[in-house]
Structures are given as C-alpha cells and as structure tokens.
C-alpha cells in the first residue's frame, strides 16, 4: 500500500514569512498528527485531526495551525517564521489515532528559516 | 504517561541479537509499552507493543518483566540497517492520541 506522503520534502524560507505543509495519509486512515523534530527538544507532538476535526493540540504557539480536508489529507501552517521554527516537521497518519501500533510516519519535511 | 529511561546508546556486532533495555518503574495497569525506531533522516516506524506478556513479530521480541516495571526489545540478528534511535513508549489509548518521544538508544551495528 502507498505510504504517507509529505510534500514538500525540503523548504528553505525567510525569516517573518509563511510557510504550508502537506501531508496525505494512508487510503482510509482518518486520523493525521503531526510532529515538530529539533536536535535540541527531540520529537514535540503538534496536534492531531480526525475526521476533520482538531482533536489534540500541543504545547505550541498561535502561530502553528493546521487542518484536514475531507479526503483526510492535512495540511499544516506556521505563520510569522522564526529561526527557531527550522526542523523536521512529521506526520503520521492512522485509522482512529489512538491505535498507536497503526502509526506510519511519513519522511518529513525539513524547514529550514534563514 | 509514565516516564521511561532508556540509555543514550548501545553498541552490537552484525548477526549478533541487540537488548535495547528500557526502564518504566510508574506504568500503570492499563498502559501499554510502544517501541518505534528511526532511521536517520526518516520518521519513525512502529516496532512492537505490548501490555504484559512477551511479544514476538517478524520485527523483533519484547520481554516485559513481571511486575512490568521494565522491558527489553531484542532484535535477534541485528543488521546495519537496524542502525537507529530506538524509542520506548508507555501510552494508554484512552489518554488521547499524542505520542510522547524521549531521547530514546542511539544503537549503532558494526560490522
């Protein structure tokens, strides 16, 4: 089966600007999270949407949003960038989101903010 | 969720079985422990799971300890692309869908 797939894989933008992440989940997976990964905090949970629906939300600023289309695909923004926003930024799609052995990651998306 | 400790890193020969131990001595009844590992420049991908007995799948064994306090994922005929940080996760379904990552054991197979 097709895996998740996050677009783009690489992204360099400037400091003050906007930036949207893509993210397409498994054929019938319902549930998208997404994660920020920085060497120095390690992998920081974002927020989750299931059924179009923010379900979870992490411990992140405003400025971190995202959303779900019908089709479940997710699509995630960070607004006002700051240095300190470059990372990997992951998603993981699932059938209901808490069945934690269902998870597939997709490869990421590396945001660097110069 | 309960707080696991794991060791920075671990060290195994090709072909020989790795023991990544993992210590979770506040897990409560009904949490479950998650192993997930990722490769560099990759996301992580889910291993094993289990509640309390030992578990097996095409991936690797968990071993978790009677009173649950620990467990150990072995890989039996650890490969370099087993190369990767491995995490240990105790979660409970019910809590909500967030996965909490520690730091997690850089193994490292040498050839």
């Known amino acids: 089966k097709a895996g998740v797939t996050q677009t783009p894989r690489y992204l360099i933008k400037t400091r003050g600007q906007q930036v949207t992440l893509s993210c397409s989940p498994i054929?019938?997976?319902?549930?998208v999270s997404w994660y920020q990964q920085t060497p120095g905090q390690g992998l920081q949970f974002l927020f989750e949407?299931?059924?179009?629906?923010?379900?979870n939300k992490g411990n992140f600023p405003g400025r971190f949003s995202g959303r779900q289309f019908s089709n479940s695909r997710s699509e995630m923004n960070v607004s006002t960038l700051e240095l300190g926003d470059s990372a990997l930024y992951l998603c993981?799609?699932?059938?209901?989101?808490?069945?934690?052995?269902?998870?597939?990651f997709g490869s990421g998306t590396r945001l660097t903010v110069v | 969720d309960a707080k696991t400790t794991q060791p920075p890193s671990m060290d195994c020969a090709e072909g020989r079985a790795a023991n990544l131990p993992c210590n979770h001595s506040?897990?409560?009844?009904?949490?479950?422990v998650y192993w997930y590992r990722q490769i560099h420049s990759q996301g992580p991908q889910y291993i094993i799971h289990?509640?309390?007995n030992n578990e097996t799948n095409e991936m690797a064994s968990l071993i978790i300890t009677e009173d649950r306090k620990s467990s150990t994922l072995i890989l039996p005929h650890a490969t370099l692309r087993d190369t990767a940080v491995y995490y240990c996760?105790?979660?409970?379904?019910?809590?909500?869908?967030?996965?909490?990552f520690g730091e997690g054991t850089q193994l490292t197979v040498n050839p």
């Open positions: 993981a799609s699932s059938l209901f989101g808490t069945d934690f052995y269902g998870y597939t």
């Open positions: 054929s019938g997976h319902r549930s």
């Open positions: 949407y299931f059924s179009e629906t923010q379900r």
């Open positions: 506040t897990i409560s009844g009904n949490e479950y």
């Open positions: 289990g509640l309390k």
């Open positions: 996760i105790v979660r409970v379904g019910t809590s909500g869908s967030r996965l909490t």
